[in-house]
């Protein structure tokens, strides 16, 4: 393991939810834990969420998704595992090498939405703030002292 904590976030296509969730931790916690991203099945990073996380400042236009699998094969460890999924993905998501916690954060999916772009970017940043939310839960009793 490293020296910080490694955390990894889970969802289906890796395109929207866990996304977020990964930038928001790297960039809440402050060099106190890393944070890294992947789905069961890689998609296409959602524009609108990219679009979504450049109103709060951050860039994840060149951002690649990735899947669980390759972490499984390169035997990579993450001390926590937060599937933000809905329920039945989140059964689906394997169990990781000397994790310390396994947790499920079910959020909506920004890529499943129907409606025209502005109902969709604005359904959107209200998931990118509970997302946001939830990280700076997580981080305030995990790592506290951070930000």
Not at 33 to 54: C, D, F, K, Q, W
Not at 108 to 127: C, F, H, V, Y
């Amino acid at each position: 393991m490293s020296d910080v904590p490694r955390i990894l976030f889970v969802c289906v296509h890796n395109s929207a939810r866990s996304q977020m969730a990964e930038a928001y931790l790297n960039r809440l916690a402050a060099g106190k834990a890393r944070a890294e991203s992947a789905g069961l099945e890689p998609g296409t990073l959602n524009p609108i969420v990219v679009e979504a996380l450049a109103e709060d400042g951050i860039d994840i236009a060149g951002k690649a998704t990735r899947s669980v699998q390759s972490l499984i094969e390169r035997g990579e460890r993450f001390d926590y595992v937060i599937a933000v999924c809905d329920k039945e993905a989140a059964e689906r998501c394997p169990i990781f090498p000397a994790e310390k916690e396994r947790l499920h954060w079910p959020f909506a999916d920004p890529s499943a939405l129907a409606g025209d772009r502005e109902a969709n970017l604005a359904r959107t940043r209200e998931i990118r703030d509970e997302i946001r939310s939830a990280v700076e839960r997580f981080v305030a009793e995990r790592f506290p002292g951070t930000r």
